[in-house]
């Protein structure tokens, strides 16, 4: 199967976004991709009125065009992650769709790890606009290729991909609006630690350049094959598309000679009773 990273700049303008989307999808498709996935927050980003103004429902426009290409052009489509009201939720959802050929929604993911965090001075407070999900979800593609589903933060937390892959992930989709300095200096090497970990493939779909709130995304969208090769980078510059073959008799024949997965010692592991802190939650409000 062939699988596109969609790298965009998405503002706060909905329909630009929508447009800016479809054009780079039609040429993902145009490039043999099978599988698409598009960033994080790809039909809108801004300052959080914004965001609230922009939400939308399942039944939303965002939606409604990502089922309706899916099905125009026969693909299984990661609509990267929009921010979705949950009736009867007050706060946010963040969520990843995967819309298969007949645009049908496959699976629906909420993502789970909230980005409160401070970076080179700057705070940021997901979870005072977002609601955190609470459900590790595995899809498939319309070939049966088990896909799992994440959203950018959570590629800090390897233990989620460790189950997505127990589970029978062969690719992850990791549609993220990765901050620049992260990009930087952590991006690469978590993408491909994790899928070295978990002999997966990657399909990381960032956001790239400033956004409407002061947001600043890095670019460098990468497809990572199960030994940690970078198959396709986006760059840092500007927005475009990027594919690669997933080749996945390569993908069996590196857990054949190297069973990392088979090898786990599931009756050895104990959660801590107690997780560490640098220091006091408190400090970082």
Known sequence: ????????????????????????????????????????????????EQMRDTAEELEGPSVSWARAIARELHIDLVAGSFLERVPGQERLSNTSLHIDPRGEIRASYRKIHMFDVEIEGRAYRESQLEEPGGEIVLSASREGVQLGLSICYDLRFPELFRILAVRGARVIALPSAFTLPTTRDHWEVLVRARAIENQVFVVAANQVGAHPGGHHSGGRSLIVDPWGAVLADGGDARPGCVTAALDLERQREVRARLPSLANRREEAYRWPQHRPRDRPQEALR
Not at 1 to 16: P, Y
């Open 1 to 48: 199967m062939k699988a596109a990273a969609v790298q965009l700049n998405s503002t706060a303008d909905r329909a630009g976004n929508i447009e800016a989307a479809d054009r780079l999808t039609r040429a993902a498709v145009a490039q043999g991709a099978t599988l698409v996935v598009l960033p994080e927050k790809w039909p809108a980003i801004g300052a959080d």
